[in-house]
């Protein structure tokens, strides 16, 4: 047997050895009940700090049961998604140990993924096991081992816990102007098109509102260098300035640039944008 095939054989044997190992511990597991990693209550945070390497630190803070980003934007956040960071608090740490300050590399914690930051607990995110995967993370002078289902929330851009909300419940549209048509309420209290299109209902003009009022955009990222093809201004009732987005469209997708908030939100589809019409 030559000298390569002995290498491969000996590799071989060594995934499979390392296989066997990982099902083997995650088979003794199975059944077992494991502390949670903190004792923190989900309902009792109130303030959330993300950093990592994938752009600027990002902070998220409660009040009145609605959760708001605060910096580097101040906007409504992502509820649902900040509930499902939330179960980090109280995930399985399947180990724990005093936390080797000379070993910090061999964790991935001497230049952490990231950082998390319940309130007053920090939890920094390390590197994985290297045969079972798992997550390494500290918590004070506290070692712990959980399972890697958080990286994608801890390993995110502050855009993607933004509202996917383009607009929230309590700003109430009344005007509405595009590059091609205005739609808006009369003093009557009607919707009105302008241009007018007779065989136009007032139902559909209601619906194109609620659409509007309703929408829930695909994503949310920073804003590009694109020059807007034109732009949206709607007036939202008891402001009298209009929220102005710039429009700029690309290949599979179009973008809502909002350059106060140096932010672009990708729509579901085009049809916002499009005359309203009977058919």
Do not use: C
Not at 12 to 18: H, K, N, R
Not at 123 to 129: D, L, P, R
Not at 131 to 158: E, K, M, S, W
């Amino acid at each position: 047997m030559g000298s390569r095939s002995i290498t491969n054989l000996v590799l071989l044997v060594l995934v499979a050895t390392l296989g066997i190992l990982a099902w083997f511990s995650s088979s003794q597991e199975e059944g077992l009940s494991h502390p949670p990693l903190t004792l923190i209550d989900p309902a009792t945070v109130t303030r959330i700090r993300i950093s990592n390497n994938n752009g600027p630190e990002f902070v998220m803070e409660r009040n009145n049961g609605k959760w708001e980003m605060t910096t580097p934007h101040r906007i409504a956040a992502n509820g649902p998604r900040i509930n499902i960071l939330l179960d980090l608090a109280a995930t399985p740490s399947i180990e724990q140990q005093p936390l080797p300050l000379e070993r910090l590399a061999e964790f991935g914690l001497e230049q952490p993924v990231a950082k998390v930051e319940f309130n007053n607990t920090q939890i920094v995110f390390g590197g994985t096991h290297p045969y079972n995967y798992r997550r390494y993370l500290r918590i004070g002078d506290t070692l712990h081992l959980i399972n890697d289902i958080f990286p994608h929330h801890v390993l995110a851009q502050a855009e993607a816990f933004i509202s996917h909300e383009l607009f929230t419940p309590e700003q109430k549209i009344r005007e509405i102007k595009t590059p091609e048509w205005r739609l808006f309420r009369s003093a009557a209290g009607s919707w009105q098109l302008d241009p007018p299109n007779p065989k136009l209902s007032s139902d559909r003009l209601v619906e194109r509102i609620d659409r509007w009022q309703h929408t829930w955009v695909a994503s949310i990222e920073p804003m590009p260098k694109a020059v807007p093809s034109g732009e949206v201004r709607v007036w939202l009732e008891e402001h009298a300035e209009p929220v102005v987005l710039g429009i700029v469209q690309r290949k599979k997708n179009t973008l809502l640039v909002s350059a106060e908030k140096g932010l672009a939100y990708r729509l579901p589809d085009a049809g916002l944008l499009q005359m309203p019409s009977a058919d």
